[in-house]
């Protein structure tokens, strides 16, 4: 079957470039690697050159050789040519008071403390740090030894108290402490919710309407129509009398809607200088209770920083005082 040429360029990545990059390390091969070897097809003939001439920071015990066995691409004779493998392991271990410091192994960060991991033989520099703050030591780590380093971080001083400001203040006495106005607001008017009247075009009508008849009735008594006078005078003042008793009821209504009106705008100015007499009141209040919380503020801040600034020479001493990283060895179990 015909292989294609990206196809080809793959496996020659992953047979060629993989293999040269853990070559040119020239350190001991981690279980890790050479289970990547073996994934890319390196024959099992150049695993074990491989590690011969650079050891293994592994022993091949029953442990490892599942672990490289489920890897369904390791043989019985790769596991019989990596037992004739020099072995080159060893355990670093870095601890520190406190922890959660970086760790540092040469330039490469490598985790946190406390730290546990495999490392090759040689002289390695261990490094740990904090913000700004970096210590560093240098020690031989032989094969099939647990180098233990701990280090003692620099304490932190104690922070300078901070006062509040009065802007701060201010907002925080103003929503916790209550203030009552010195007076009510003032009592608004009741809703205008007057009807037009109508009882003076009722009377003028019915006034219109007698006049009227009274009058059609004494101009000519003993006239034949006396009742088409009567009728029609009536009907004619009846008439001007309910027209001149609308007007009477509308002149009412509007000095009415114009008292209201008046009275209106009176509350309205007061109760716009009610409010601005109060607000003045509130902010006097506010900032007689921002003197004295302030006054307070400052003088616990001095009180605290005493207190603070002993501390802080006491640990600034400990920190001139503290014994550098120590360094122990013992052999692996």
Known sequence: ???????????????VASPAALVAQAQPFSIGDIEELVASGV???RIVQLARRDCLLFKLDATSEQRLQATRRASAALLRGLRTA??????????SDPTGLEVWLGDRRVGATPLRAEVGRGVRTVAVSRGEWRESVTTRVPVDHLVRVHFTAPADTLAWPVEPTREGLAAALDRSVQWAPSRPEPV?????????????????????????????????PHSDSVVV????????VGL???WLGRKLDDAAYKRRVKAYEVQARAHDSAVAAWRAQMDAEHAAWL?????????REHMRAE???????????????????????????????
């Open 86 to 95: 020099c072995y080159a392991g060893a355990a670093l271990e870095v601890t």
């Open 303 to 333: 009180s605290l920083s005493v207190g603070i600034r002993s501390e802080n020479e006491r640990i600034r001493a400990r920190n001139r005082a503290a014994l550098g990283p120590t360094v122990t060895t013992e052999p692996l179990p």
């Open 43 to 45: 024959s099992d003939v």
């Open 229 to 236: 006078d009567v009728v029609g005078g009536g009907a004619l």
């Open 287 to 295: 900032e007689q209770l921002v003197d004295s919380a302030s006054a």
């Open 1 to 15: 079957m015909p292989v294609s040429a990206p196809s080809l360029a793959v496996g020659v990545l992953l047979l």
């Open 240 to 242: 001007f009398g309910w």
């Open 188 to 220: 608004e008017p009741a809703p205008f919710a007057a009807r037009r009247p109508k009882s003076g075009r009722i009377v003028g009508a019915v006034l219109g309407a007698a006049a009227g008849s009274w009058a059609g009735y004494a101009i000519d």
